[in-house]
Nanobody, 124 residues
Framework: VQLQASGGGLVQAGASRRLSCLAS????????VAWFRQGPGKEREFLAA????????YYSDSVKGRFTISRDNAKNTVYLQMNSLKPEDTAVYYC??????????????????WGQGTQVTVSS
């Protein structure tokens, strides 16, 4: 599967932004999909994931309550709705997918497929 992340840009603090991750290929509903980000001078961190099958949702504590992940299997797309953005949310945002991943969805190294990243810059 190939992933295409989009929706990044320059936003003001407090604004909202929705990122999209479009997947090519078949059997998208068999993939768990996650969003990660990497800020300037920081390591890449897990943000949110949606499991295949049950569509169970997972969030990091840093974004829980502000970010919402969702998937539309008919459109082969996973979204990340980001609200109340802060300057510290400035980062390159990546989507990742792994087939039949039911556990350990927060672990970066277990994902086989990655999108190219989309830059989100939040100005104060």
């Amino acid at each position: 599967v190939q992933l295409q992340a989009s929706g990044g840009g320059l936003v003001q603090a407090g604004a909202s932004r929705r990122l999209s991750c479009l997947a090519s290929g078949r059997a998208f509903n068999s993939y768990s999909v996650a969003w990660f980000r990497q800020g300037p001078g920081k390591e890449r961190e897990f943000l949110a994931a949606v499991r295949y099958g049950t569509s169970r949702l997972y969030y990091s504590d840093s974004v829980k309550g502000r970010f919402t992940i969702s998937r539309d299997n008919a459109k082969n797309t996973v979204y990340l709705q980001m609200n109340s953005l802060k300057p510290e949310d400035t980062a390159v945002y990546y989507c990742a997918a792994d087939r039949d991943r039911a556990y350990a969805v927060t672990i970066e190294s277990l994902y086989d497929y990655w999108g190219q990243g989309t830059q989100v810059t939040v100005s104060s």
